[in-house]
């Protein structure tokens, strides 16, 4: 095991017997790598936890605060065109307000709108939409974590109907609880209409939900977590003083090599939107991965799993990027590279390797789907349609059938046959 043994005694793990017609464990995706020749070392449980309780004691007193543009939209974001949208990635002048959502109501509890404002620490956050995953307990958590660590799921009602169904909470309470896990309850019916891009907005408005928590944890549902949060923000954020920390990919490491799988496994109903995204990209200048991105070692990322400090860099990083999913599409790896090497102060980024993700997360694989849901109820059959694919026009080279479009730069570039 190539993570330090952990000198502590684990608390007992906050997890409960789920009815078996739940099924929390099903469909487990393994891993094939045995060993780890990039280990991560944890510190000692108590000194980490008496560090990251002074750091969240002071941090307020050195970090600029990144100021956000108020108003009310017809979206939650404001749909901004692109030009207005990159007018906002130099932000070297911080009194300048960024759009970052919010320009609709973000339709929760006052209940569980307190209880977010109140998360003073660490969060850990993830999200259910349209019944897609199972809730999993965090494994390994040290005696004190539950007191200085909230955990918050976001639900939409799809999901939370069949949480009552299998009876893991009442509906008839005001406050829902399983295991670690807060429930909090968003009512999709004024979001937006695609459940994945309502989950969006957790995981990268992480910093506006909470306000008064100074670092978070992203973990997609399709993830068990397997390591405390406190020694995970202690060695991937706080040791290596990064504003973000994400995986590499596994398999890519050009932002067009994601985009070419997002079409070609129908990861996004829209190929033409597709195709149109990465030509706005490339015509502003995105461009394939070199050493000269050093020491940025890759751009694509694998974003089930997300480490941040809510400083200016990753708060502003969060909010660029979110602004790019709300006009194209919530398949967050394809704005990432852009966004980051555009924005202005620069992103402190971690991307630890591949190995070090599959050892602190398990990996599960999404719910089946039935006709009727697993809710057992008639709500269950409400479930998003899937979106018949949509191809592209004419090819990535081409416009109009003769030769270049906008990526053919990048192209060339990424598959060494550039001469410029």
């Known amino acids: 095991m190539p993570l330090q043994i952990l000198s502590f005694r684990s608390h007992p793990d906050p997890t409960l017997l789920y009815p078996s017609s739940y099924g929390e464990h099903k469909y487990a995706i393994p891993t094939h790598r045995s060993t780890c020749s990039s280990p991560v070392f944890f510190t000692d449980y108590w000194t980490v936890l008496k560090e990251i309780q002074d750091l969240c004691k002071n941090s307020s007193l050195v970090s600029p605060v990144l100021r956000y543009l108020q108003g009310k939209a017809d979206s939650f974001g404001g749909n901004f065109s692109t030009q207005k949208r990159i007018s906002y990635f130099d932000h070297e002048n911080t009194s300048l307000e960024v759009p970052c959502g919010f320009l609709k109501k973000f339709p929760i509890s006052n209940y569980d709108r307190v209880a977010m404002e109140n998360c003073n620490g660490i969060v850990v956050v993830s999200a259910i939409f349209n019944d ?78 909470f306000p008064n928590s100074k670092f978070s944890i992203w973990i997609d549902a399709k993830l068990q977590l397997m390591v405390d949060p406190l020694l995970l923000i202690h060695t991937l954020i706080v040791s290596e003083n990064a504003d973000m920390a994400v995986s590499k990919h596994p398999y890519y490491v050009h932002t067009m090599e994601e985009a070419m799988a997002t079409a070609r496994w129908k990861k996004w109903w829209d190929v033409d939107a597709l195709k149109n995204q990465m030509e706005t990209y490339c015509d502003n200048g995105l461009r394939p991965w070199s050493p000269k991105k050093l020491p940025y070692t890759s751009d694509v990322p694998d974003s089930a799993l997300i480490l941040r400090k809510h400083e200016l860099g990753s708060n502003l990083f969060s909010c660029l990027l979110f602004n790019e999913l709300e006009a194209f599409n919530p398949r967050d790896q394809l704005a990432f590279a852009y966004v980051r090497d555009h924005m202005k102060p620069k992103l402190k980024l971690n991307m630890f390797e591949v190995e070090v993700f599959e050892q602190v997360a398990v990996e599960y694989r999404h719910n089946l789907k039935h006709s009727g849901g697993t809710s057992g109820s008639e709500e269950g059959s409400k479930r998003s349609k899937t979106k018949k694919t949509k191809r592209a026009g004419p090819d990535l080279l081409y416009v109009n059938g003769s030769c270049c479009s906008k990526c053919q730069k990048y192209l060339l570039e990424m598959w060494g046959e550039s001469h410029s």
């Open 132 to 209: 897609h995953d199972k809730i999993r307990q965090p494994k390994g958590l040290g005696s004190k974590t539950l007191n200085n660590v909230c955990f918050f799921m976001f639900v939409d009602d799809i999901t939370l109907n069949g949480l009552d169904y299998h009876k893991l909470i009442s509906k008839e309470s005001r406050e829902y609880k399983i295991g670690a896990w807060r429930i909090v309850r968003v009512s999709s019916k004024k979001m937006y209409e695609n459940p994945a891009m309502n989950g969006v907005i957790p995981k990268y408005l992480v910093h506006r939900l």
